[in-house]
């Protein structure tokens, strides 16, 4: 009786530790999963509409074939996505392999890489704004001084250069962590392989291709879907440096979706987008995965 007791004393002490995160789980996370979901499928707007009035998958129908905003938002957000992710897929894993050549300070730059990540979005987008303004900029005042008159341009008030200005603030910031999970990816590969490598005669780009690359999936893998995360989780930088503009040459799909919630009151048509995103977010992840999917990697 006693030993009973004590194992239901054992499993009441655990409901409570787990009661707190469950709610949050419950109340913060599911129940607004579940309940966006059920509005994806409504048409309601909640400055006119008393209750939400079901019209199953005509919104997402509505959204796909006919909402040209959100085919622009679309478009915008695949522009955004594969030159972010192009940069700092590209960028971090090169300088990666740089710092991981080096005897010693590997330390030192990885902090260096890793400190634009603790600044907020939001004053990144103002640092950007200022450093690419058309008059006071330094980066204008740069080309100037180099004789590049002609390309001291307003970045971010022409539809041609506004997304791709946005692209390099949020790569900026965002590099030093992938930066960081590829460094302890390369760190965690055997040497033995690489000294066997260069027994068998490769050079330091054989050696990278045919050995680092390899056994660096599993953290591609990870840093890749992050990377498509963060490129399709585009709010901050837009909402703060450009609003959206010129005109709606910087529209992404999150940047509509919190537009119609919060400006036209469309709950229905906000939900459609967000979930259309996370369909997209879902699908290029799987891609990923078989892109990057880990082989049986030799590591030490």
């Known amino acids: 009786m006693g030993a009973l007791r004590r194992k239901v004393a054992e499993k009441l002490n655990?409901?409570?530790?787990?009661?707190?995160?469950?709610?949050?789980?419950?109340?913060?996370?599911?129940?607004?999963?579940?309940?966006?979901?059920?509005?994806?499928?409504?048409?309601?707007?909640?400055?006119?509409?008393?209750?939400?009035?079901?019209?199953?998958?005509?919104?997402?129908?509505?959204?796909?074939?006919?909402?040209?905003?959100?085919?622009?938002?679309?478009?915008?957000?695949?522009?955004?996505?594969?030159?972010?992710?192009?940069?700092?897929?590209?960028?971090?894993?090169?300088?990666?392999?740089?710092?991981?050549?080096?005897?010693?300070?590997v330390q030192i730059f990885q902090v260096i890489f890793y400190l634009p990540m603790i600044i907020p979005l939001s004053l990144v987008g103002i640092t950007f704004a200022w450093i690419l303004s058309p008059d006071v900029g330094i980066f204008n005042q740069l080309l100037r001084s180099i004789g590049l008159k002609k390309f001291a341009i307003n970045w971010y008030g022409y539809p041609g250069t506004a997304l791709?200005?946005?692209?390099?603030?949020?790569?900026?910031?965002?590099?030093?962590?992938?930066?960081?999970?590829?460094?302890?990816?390369?760190q965690g590969i055997s040497r033995s392989l690489r000294e066997a490598a260069r027994v068998d005669g490769a050079n330091f780009f054989q050696e990278i291709f045919f050995v680092v690359i390899p056994n660096l999936k599993p953290y591609m893998l990870v840093s890749g879907i992050w990377i498509l995360i963060n490129s399709l989780k585009v709010f901050d930088l837009p909402q703060v440096v450009t609003q959206g503009g010129p005109g709606i040459?910087?529209?992404?799909?999150?940047?509509?979706?919190?537009?119609?919630?919060?400006?036209?009151?469309?709950?229905?048509?906000?939900?459609?987008?967000?979930?259309?995103?996370?369909?997209i977010i879902l699908?290029?992840?799987?891609v990923l995965n078989r892109v990057f999917k880990p082989e049986t990697a030799q590591r030490g």
């Open 283 to 286: 699908i290029l992840a799987w």
């Open 14 to 105: 655990l409901l409570v530790f787990l009661l707190p995160t469950l709610f949050f789980v419950i109340v913060f996370i599911a129940f607004p999963v579940v309940f966006s979901g059920f509005l994806s499928l409504t048409e309601f707007n909640y400055a006119e509409d008393a209750v939400p009035k079901f019209i199953g998958l005509a919104g997402y129908w509505e959204r796909l074939i006919k909402d040209t905003f959100f085919h622009t938002a679309l478009v915008n957000q695949m522009k955004f996505g594969i030159s972010y992710f192009t940069i700092t897929f590209i960028v971090s894993l090169l300088v990666a392999i740089l710092i991981n050549e080096l005897n010693q300070g």
């Open 164 to 186: 791709y200005a946005l692209v390099v603030a949020r790569s900026w910031k965002m590099i030093g962590f992938t930066l960081i999970i590829f460094l302890a990816g390369l």
């Open 249 to 279: 040459a910087t529209l992404t799909l999150y940047l509509y979706s919190w537009k119609l919630a919060f400006e036209r009151l469309d709950m229905g048509e906000a939900s459609q987008v967000a979930y259309i995103t996370a369909a």
